[in-house]
């Protein structure tokens, strides 16, 4: 298989959370290095998307939002202008039990006939969990001329493909977004 590129959306106002999300911890390591960890075995480069210095204690390149306050559409798109990879493995900060099966699982099944592919279960599409082409750069930067960021909007606008994923292995979507989330999580794991 061709380059593949990680990107880490670390953006956010984290303003539930009260701390910078991808760097809470989990097990004693922050959120983030468990997502390194996991897509480390699958994945090229990493880029880290990210408007502060609170992750320059890693080592992978550090890439700024080019249009600021424009979320996760805003944070995608930057991350794909700057990969050198035409697929590009897009995750949020926020998802510390995601595992390598599960994100192999991902990157096999895209197919290049496919702009996006993303997971979902039984409660929800899962769109910052998803391989993501260079292709889409356009459109990406159209949505964000016209304010239109909703990540459901922009699977609209693209060929993608939904996988679904049922059972335990749900449990590793949960984003942590709040104190009370990461209190459940660390009683549970």
Same mark, same amino acid.
């Given at each position: 298989?061709?380059?593949?590129?990680?990107?880490?959306?670390?953006? %956010?106002?984290?303003?539930?959370?009260?701390?910078?999300?991808?760097?809470?911890?989990?097990?004693?390591?922050?959120?983030?290095?468990?997502?390194?960890?996991?897509?480390?075995?699958?994945?090229? *480069?990493?880029?880290?998307?990210?408007?502060?210095?609170?992750?320059?204690?890693?080592?992978?390149?550090?890439?700024?939002?080019?249009?600021?306050?424009?979320?996760?559409?805003? %944070?995608?798109?930057?991350?794909?202008?700057?990969?050198?990879?035409?697929?590009?493995?897009?995750?949020?900060?926020?998802?510390?039990?995601?595992?390598? *099966?599960?994100?192999?699982?991902?990157?096999?099944?895209?197919?290049?006939?496919? *702009?996006?592919?993303?997971?979902?279960?039984?409660?929800?599409?899962?769109?910052?969990?998803?391989?993501?082409?260079?292709?889409?750069?356009?459109?990406?930067?159209?949505?964000?001329?016209?304010?239109?960021?909703?990540?459901?909007?922009?699977?609209?606008?693209?060929?993608?493909?939904?996988?679904?994923?049922?059972?335990?292995?749900?449990?590793?979507?949960?984003?942590?977004?709040?104190?009370?989330?990461?209190? *459940?999580?660390?009683?549970?794991?």
């Amino acid at each position: 298989m061709e380059k593949l590129t990680l990107s880490i959306l670390c953006g %956010g106002k984290s303003s539930r959370m009260q701390s910078e999300k991808g760097l809470v911890l989990f097990q004693e390591t922050p959120f983030i290095e468990h997502i390194i960890k996991a897509a480390l075995p699958l994945v090229d *480069e990493i880029q880290l998307v990210t408007n502060t210095s609170h992750y320059d204690y890693l080592s992978y390149k550090k890439i700024k939002d080019i249009e600021l306050d424009k979320g996760p559409v805003g %944070g995608i798109y930057s991350a794909l202008v700057h990969s050198d990879s035409e697929n590009n493995l897009i995750l949020s900060c926020d998802i510390p039990l995601i595992s390598t *099966e599960l994100l192999s699982e991902l990157v096999i099944k895209h197919q290049s006939n496919f *702009e996006v592919s993303v997971f979902s279960d039984a409660n929800k599409i899962h769109p910052l969990i998803g391989m993501y082409s260079k292709r889409i750069i356009p459109i990406l930067k159209k949505a964000i001329e016209e304010n239109d960021l909703k990540m459901m909007h922009l699977l609209e606008k693209v060929n993608h493909q939904i996988i679904k994923v049922a059972g335990e292995r749900n449990e590793q979507f949960k984003n942590v977004n709040s104190l009370a989330e990461l209190k *459940e999580l660390n009683t549970k794991n």
